[in-house]
């Protein structure tokens, strides 16, 4: 985000704006007056000033809602293809909401089509020379774009178009997510203290067969009404916790706010045998739970009581190991699908920090980053690059990273003798792994990247979603 004064005409985002609200606000007039980055939490706006949207900082970015606000969802795989990166994508996700009654509430089914953006090259041009929205119709752009270093590959229509079915959920869904091997599979944690694990295939077909309405501002929609394949009500307290476990299909954990965390065994005809008994060792809510991505009976919990500790699934009465990470609340982790020895734990004071399991005690984080001022509301790893994650906080900001990285003061200097030529300044204050920051969202709760489209995260607040791809995403070296 730049700076400005306010007498450059801005084109605003409608307030009665559609439900899929498409691209972004942004400038339509030259840069005339020396621009610099704002800095969230730092920097104060003052009169006659306002924030300025770049748009070359992305390579796509999206804005849509779905009715009452979606403070958790999960993208579902695909068959689409495995690893795809040209525009324009379509995607699928649930989602649950927070309705005003708990009648009300339901979990999405969404498909989201036609997700359009650009290509661009590594040629540093004047930010207000381009344009987000001007994408190609599938046809070889001109010498002159070129020229730009931008090459667009979208379809002819900019807009995306976002279908959706909807079933019935009895509370708000504090939590949901998809089973990664078999996406339809979703389990949902409500605010009445339920587990429910749900069936969404036939709406998934529908969706994929186009035999669904588009999601638009007029008229009520219908809620389909079916039974859960199976509802645990053994939590003593609602929760946030749940995860899937990705190496045995099925297997699920579940965490509450009175400290229990529960193991769910998959049996024949679609249903789960939970143990009654919870696993012990937090003494405060747990917040959240991750399996290990390679082994089948390790889990990483975190909680309120300022640890993060690693269970063998297979033993209730104590973790395998317990570590004092924060000394505020552990909000959320998130342990690396690319490289299985690292994890990231993410803290109420706005910090995060990174853990090596090979060496997994008190003090032994190997990175600590406290850019944040307010806590952090999720935290996840890229799955196709080992040392990139984004980190949501409720400082309204998502913060990319790259632990990769490290500070070179002839590099920074080439650049910022560049930035000088288009009358732009740059803070050298900020950490040389922080990547990106996204703007424009109020009360941001999650982000997830796209485990089959490289770079691209969706985004989930109070004020709705945003899909996403940074431009300066696109060249990171994709996993093995």
């Known amino acids: 985000m730049a700076r400005n004064p306010k007498k450059k005409r801005v084109k605003k985002k409608k307030e009665n704006a559609p439900v899929l609200d498409g691209e972004q606000s942004m400038v339509t007039d030259q840069q005339q007056q020396p621009a610099r ?22 390579d796509c970015l999206h804005a849509f809602h779905l009715g009452w606000p979606c403070l958790s969802f999960d993208i579902a795989r695909d068959a689409l293809g495995v690893l795809r990166n040209d525009f324009p994508h379509t995607m699928f996700c649930v989602a649950g ?45 001109s010498s002159d774009e070129e020229d730009e270093g931008r090459v667009a590959k ?13 079933i019935a959920h009895q509370g708000g869904v504090n939590r949901i997510r998809c089973m990664p091997q078999q996406p339809h599979i979703v389990a949902t944690w409500a605010d ?39 509802v645990f009500t053994g939590h003593k307290d609602e929760g946030f916790a749940v ?9 699920l954990v579940t965490g509450d706010c009175r400290s229990g965390i529960h193991l769910w065994e998959p049996t024949t005809g679609g249903k789960w045998n939970v143990d009654r008994a919870p696993f012990k060792g937090h003494t405060a809510s747990v917040e959240d739970l991750q399996w290990s991505p390679t082994e089948a009976d390790v889990f990483a919990s975190c909680s309120v009581d300022g640890t993060v500790r690693i269970w063998d699934a297979r033993t209730r009465s104590q973790p395998a190991i317990s570590v004092k990470a924060h000394d505020n609340d552990v909000n959320v982790i998130s342990w690396n699908r690319v490289a299985s020895c690292m994890v990231a734990s993410g803290c109420d004071d706005g910090s995060f920090r990174i853990w090596d399991l090979r060496s997994f005690k008190e003090d032994s984080f190997i990175a600590h980053f406290k850019y944040h001022t307010q806590p952090i ?12 994650l984004a ?11 790259d632990l990769s990285l490290e500070r070179d003061e002839e590099e920074e200097a080439e650049y910022q003798a560049k930035l000088k030529q288009q009358q732009a300044e740059a803070p050298n204050d900020l950490p ?3 990547l990106f920051v996204h703007l424009g969202q109020k009360d941001i709760k999650e982000a997830h990247w796209h485990p089959q489209i490289q770079g691209l995260l969706v985004s989930t607040a109070g004020d709705g979603f945003n899909v996403l791809r940074p431009s300066n995403m696109e060249n990171l070296p994709a996993a093995a």
């Open 97 to 141: 909401t927070q309705a005003d009654a708990a009648q009300n509430n339901s979990i999405i089914v969404a498909k989201l089509s036609n997700v359009t953006g650009v290509r661009r090259g590594l040629k540093l041009s004047n930010p207000m020379d381009a344009d987000v929205e001007e994408e190609s119709d599938g046809e070889e752009s």
């Open 391 to 401: 980190v949501t906080c409720a400082d309204n900001q998502l913060s990319i990273w």
């Open 377 to 388: 509301t999720s935290i996840e790893w890229s799955p196709h690059e080992a040392s990139t």
């Open 37 to 58: 980055v704002w800095r969230p939490g730092v920097d104060n706006l003052e009169d006659g000033e306002e924030l300025q949207f770049d748009p070359t900082a992305y």
């Open 154 to 166: 979208s379809a002819s229509s900019k807009t995306p178009v976002l279908e959706a079915k909807m």
């Open 432 to 434: 040389p792994q922080l």
């Open 243 to 251: 995860d899937w476990s990705p190496v045995n299909p099925g297997r």
């Open 192 to 230: 009445t203290g339920y587990v429910q694990v749900w069936d969404t295939l036939v709406h998934v077909r529908a969706l994929s067969a186009d035999q669904s309405s588009e999601v638009s501002t007029g008229g009520p929609h219908s809620i389909v009404r079916q039974a859960p394949l199976h």
